[in-house]
């Protein structure tokens, strides 16, 4: 397992459950994966140090959490070494990793998006913005860790955005490029799907929350919580989502020489006329992997091995009909600074049945001692007969839980939210 949050810590989870795997090795893991796993000293990205150790160890599949090793050709490197890996090859992970090639995919087969334009030349990316009606959307190019898209509410502080990503630079080389589009309203969501580039299987959708406070107040953060199903998502909107976005996806990249296989993360706007994409991901969501998977009863490694041999139409994918709510609890002061290293109390008592699965943590010099060591810390999850029970179950089990300044949002799947 490669990376070290919450969700790599859920997928180490669901992966130990199957009576296939023997061991499990988490790079670089957390507290949590330290449980199931043998965590190792390397990092994320050091594609050579993973299939150095891949090799010695003899592992049967690799997976990548996180999008960054994608990106710098983690896949190709362990396909070149016959390595099994579960990702997506650089060019497929393109998808995520430049929003001026995603875009032009998905107008070249139809795909539906927001209106945009593409520019690599500063000056005409201004003229462009100054013709357009706020709020305007200015997306930098490359991978920018959630700080690439602003939405603006005049053309003045469209001009700023631009001026920040393509002249100050500030997201470096990311920026180079920027996709300016229109807004859209209405219900977000993530969709997302196993496939081995041809097959594409749908998983159960889920909604994050972005923002730091209640009431989406605040700074953007990596997530804050997340349940599953959203309740407005039915079979008609299932239909549309698989037939207009996920499998003519799937099938575009594999058109365009870059057979797409792993997970792909369709990131949704269900506006007026249907669903339109706000981007692709080449990997699972986080916080989303942490309610998704508990919903999961096909086993994992069934799964994701028929993907690495091309026969995921062999296999059938169960999912529970159970809701899933997940809380995360971070560090005081996060997504700003924040301090680390503080004891984790309380891990022991939530009930039987609840998760807690660790982002920012790590294993303490006592015996069985846990600690801070992130932005965000844990994510709490339950299960339900509905969203409302799984909701109530992790609220009552979260404060049992405590560190020092440890903070978390109080309206993650409320009833009357927007989002349900
Ligand atoms: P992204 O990094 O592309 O997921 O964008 C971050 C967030 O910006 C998304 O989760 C949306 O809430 C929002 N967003 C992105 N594109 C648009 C758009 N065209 N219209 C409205 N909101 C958008
Ligand atoms: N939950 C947003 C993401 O994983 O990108």
Redesign the pocket.
């Known amino acids: 397992m490669v990376g070290g949050g919450a969700r790599e810590h859920t997928l180490v989870w669901k992966l130990a459950q199957s009576p296939r795997v023997k061991e499990i090795y988490a790079a670089p893991g957390n507290a949590g994966t330290a449980q199931l796993a043998r965590n190792l000293e390397i990092n994320p990205t050091d594609i050579e140090a993973l299939a150095e150790f891949a090799q010695e160890n003899k592992i049967d599949l690799t997976v990548v959490g996180p999008e960054a090793p994608l990106a710098a050709g983690l896949a190709d490197r362990f396909l070149s070494l016959n390595l099994p890996v579960f990702g997506a090859t650089r060019a497929a992970a393109e998808i995520e990793s430049s929003k001026v090639f995603a875009k032009e995919l998905m107008q070249k087969y139809n795909i539906p998006c927001?209106r945009s334009a593409s520019f690599a030349d500063y000056h005409q990316a201004k003229e462009y913005v100054r013709r357009q009606k706020p709020p305007i959307?200015i997306?930098a190019d490359g991978l920018a860790a959630?700080k690439?898209?602003v939405?603006t509410e005049s053309v003045p502080q469209a001009l700023e955005a631009l001026a920040s990503f393509m002249e100050a630079k500030t997201l470096g080389a990311a920026g180079d490029r920027v996709v300016i589009?229109?807004?859209?309203?209405g219900r977000?969501m993530s969709a997302f799907a196993f496939t081995d580039a041809r097959t594409v299987v749908p998983m159960v959708p889920a909604c994050d929350y972005?923002r730091i406070y209640d009431n989406d107040r605040g700074p953007n953060t990596g997530g804050m919580g997340s349940f599953s199903p959203p309740q407005f998502f039915d079979a008609a909107l299932d239909k549309v989502v698989q037939e207009r976005i996920m499998a003519p996806a799937v099938n575009a990249m594999r058109q365009e020489g870059r057979p797409y296989k792993g997970i792909l993360y369709g990131?949704l706007?269900i506006t007026n006329s249907g669903p339109k994409v706000?981007?692709f991901n080449a990997r699972f969501g986080d916080p989303e992997t942490q309610v998704v998977l508990p919903r999961l009863k096909t086993d994992l490694v069934d799964i994701m091995q028929a993907v690495v041999n091309d026969n995921l139409d062999q296999i059938s994918i169960e999912w529970s009909e159970a809701a899933c709510v997940g809380v995360v609890m971070a560090s005081a002061g996060y997504p700003g600074s924040y301090q680390t290293g503080f004891p984790i109390t309380g891990l022991d008592e939530p009930d039987r049945d609840i998760m807690v699965f660790h982002a920012g943590t790590k294993t303490g010099p006592a015996k069985g001692q846990v600690l801070t060591n992130g932005g965000r810390v844990l994510t709490v999850v339950a299960t339900g007969k509905d969203i409302n029970e799984a909701r109530e179950k992790v609220y009552h089990n979260i404060s049992r839980i405590h560190f020092e300044g440890s903070y978390y949002r109080r309206d993650i799947a409320k009833i009357d939210s927007e989002k349900r």
């Open positions: 927001a959307v997306k959630g690439g898209v939405i589009e229109e807004c859209l309203s977000e972005k990131g706007m706000l981007e």
